[in-house]
């Protein structure tokens, strides 16, 4: 009997940790989809050939993988202040303390150009996924995702 109940879980754990869909909820932060503002919680799917930007189930866009141009990753750090005053009201040392922490945020921008269909978009991720969202863009477009804050832009 747990020989077969072995095999069983050997056979059904593999299939369903595959069927698992490459979906992520992010938000967004601008670019040239006309139908999302930003500030807006989009899903961001990443399947082997071909990117997704899907809205209240509602697909957007589909980016094919090879007609991506480059990937860029980038973050947004700052001090919480407003929290650290709203606290201090409460304890002057709470808030002190409060003032000393740091909060970051995580962004990943996507360029494409398919054809005449050029685009961009810029997405606000969780800072637990943004890793895994660079892996998976990185894995799927063969591009290696460039740093923002090491690059020298002059106005």
Not at 64 to 81: F, K, L, M, N
């Amino acid at each position: 009997m747990r020989r077969l109940l072995a095999v069983l879980l050997c056979l059904i754990v593999p299939s369903v940790a595959f069927a698992g869909e490459n979906s992520y909820k992010v938000t967004s932060d601008g670019g040239s989809l006309q139908d999302v503002k930003a500030g807006n919680n989009v899903q961001l799917s990443i399947e082997p050939t071909q990117i997704k930007i899907i809205q209240s189930k509602k697909e957007l866009v589909t980016i094919p993988a090879a007609s991506v141009t480059e990937i860029s990753y980038g973050e947004d750090v700052h001090r919480r202040i407003g929290a650290a005053i709203g606290l201090a009201v409460i304890s002057f040392g709470v808030g002190a303390l409060m003032a000393l922490t740091k909060s970051k945020k995580h962004f990943v921008g996507l360029t494409w150009a398919d054809g005449d269909k050029k685009g961009g978009f810029a997405m606000q991720c969780d800072k637990n996924e943004y890793r895994g969202i660079l892996a998976a863009l990185e894995g799927i477009t063969g591009k290696k995702a460039v740093d923002s804050e090491a690059m020298n832009v002059k106005n």
